[in-house]
């Protein structure tokens, strides 16, 4: 689980015991006056549980502190930005998360990102992008609305011939090799690339292998202006837009940007990738 949701969870955690405390409650005390096992009490105000809205309303009035319920439901909620299940948010399929990530790059003018293994959304092709919604489907046991994605995730493409509007992205070299797909997919999917990076409001760098990094690159992000960035991992997408979060974002797009290779020594790169699959 994230750094930053776990800490959070906790500072929730600790508020909860707090009001406890000052209500001159044990735990045990205020498990039996709520019905519920004491355990469940210490999970929740040692931040190894979030507690549902319904039990925070409950905790509150547990402690004769219902005064204190809103302050409560607003620490939940910060949790609800910082942490956003897949499981969630993918349980009708991949579309609707994709309409969402239309209205975002709508909503903004500068979109900065950071992609480790494999192509960005905005640069996919429809091939592409049809087999990383099938395969992420597989893997996580969701229903395959793959055609709705793909469409909406062309239809996000549009942002890039949009005036006013810039992209700047990161792509570790690795992608260009990760190839989860047929040949013919991947040759189209550089090619496509490789034209990208001639695109007027697009810039594109490639960090090649064995570059000296000030800053490691173990997650993909997206930095949406200066108001959110989105952080993906296996389980679970950041949604972060505290200005100290943002800030530290920036900065590691930023050191990582100083080992990119840009404009035609990234499309020789890309060149290369798109050259040895001509060898496979």
């Keep these: 689980m994230s750094t930053d949701f776990q800490s959070s969870r906790e500072a929730l955690g600790v508020r909860l015991r707090e009001l406890r405390t000052e209500a001159g409650m044990e735990g045990k005390d205020l498990a039996a006056k709520l019905g519920w096992q004491a355990s469940k009490v210490s999970r929740l105000q040692n931040g190894k549980q979030t507690p ?41 399929g991949h579309r609707a998360r994709q309409e969402v990530a239309i209205q975002e790059t709508a909503a903004t003018q500068m979109i900065r990102g950071l992609e480790v293994s494999r192509v960005p959304g905005l640069f996919q092709t429809p091939e592409y992008a049809r087999v990383v919604f099938d395969s992420n489907a597989e893997f996580r046991g969701i229903p395959p609305t793959t055609e ?14 949009e005036p006013g509007k810039s992209f700047r992205f990161l792509l570790c070299e690795a992608a260009l090799y990760h190839r989860s797909c047929p040949v013919d997919v991947m040759a189209e999917q550089l090619d496509r690339l490789y034209n990208i990076v001639g695109l007027r409001s697009v810039e594109l760098g490639v960090i090649p292998f064995g570059a000296q990094l000030r800053r490691t690159a173990p997650h993909a992000f997206w930095i949406y202006d200066r108001r959110l960035v ?6 679970e997408e950041l949604w972060l837009t505290d200005e100290a979060d943002i800030r530290l974002y920036e900065r590691a797009w930023e ?26």
Aim: aromatic residues 4%; without cysteine; charged residues 30%.
């Design 230 to 235: 989105i952080v993906e991992t296996i389980s």
């Design 148 to 161: 709705a994605a793909v469409a909406a995730r062309i239809r996000r493409q549009e942002a890039l011939y």
């Design 52 to 92: 549902t809205a319904a039990e925070i309303t409950a905790w509150a009035q547990g402690v004769g502190r219902p005064d204190a319920e809103v302050e409560l439901q607003g620490l939940r909620a910060g949790l609800e930005m910082k942490h956003r299940s897949w499981r969630r948010q993918l349980a009708g």
């Design 255 to 280: 050191w990582l940007a100083e080992s990119a290779e840009r404009g035609s020594p990234a499309r020789r790169l890309i060149a290369r990738a798109r050259a040895s699959l001509d060898l496979v």
